[in-house]
């Protein structure tokens, strides 16, 4: 299994990126997707995750209404929307499946992207 993320760079704050996680080695569709992200010295952190369907999504607190999870199971692809971007959106984003898993003990996880919000 592999989880290819892309997308992550340097904007303003206020900006807005767009990550995408190609996932490829799973049947897709059967998989819930989530993004998660590690600032430097802090601790892995849930921003979303999203249910095999696309039908429910989930997100943490400190980005509702700013960032969007959807996903294409035709083209096997989670992306995360960001928005209004903030200094503290700082971090590495990582994508993640699990079959029923939600949370930080998802199954698989892909490598990171880096996202740098300036002030």
């Known amino acids: 299994v592999q989880l290819q993320a892309s997308g992550g760079g340097l904007v303003q704050a206020g900006g807005s990126l767009r990550l995408s996680c190609a996932a490829s080695?799973?049947?897709?569709?059967?998989?819930?997707m989530g993004w998660f992200r590690q600032a430097p010295g802090k601790e892995r952190e849930f921003v979303a995750t999203?249910?095999?369907?696309?039908?429910?999504?989930s997100y943490a607190d400190s980005v509702k209404g700013r960032f969007t999870i959807s996903r294409d199971n035709a083209k096997n692809t989670v992306y995360l929307q960001m928005n209004s971007l903030k200094p503290e959106d700082t971090a590495v984003y990582c994508c993640?499946?699990?079959?029923?898993?939600?949370?930080?003990?998802?199954?698989?996880w892909g490598k990171g992207t880096q996202v740098t919000v300036s002030s």
């Open positions: 993640a499946a699990d079959r029923t898993v939600t949370t930080g003990a998802m199954y698989y």
């Open positions: 999203i249910m095999w369907s696309g039908s429910s999504a």
């Open positions: 080695g799973l049947t897709f569709s059967r998989y819930i």
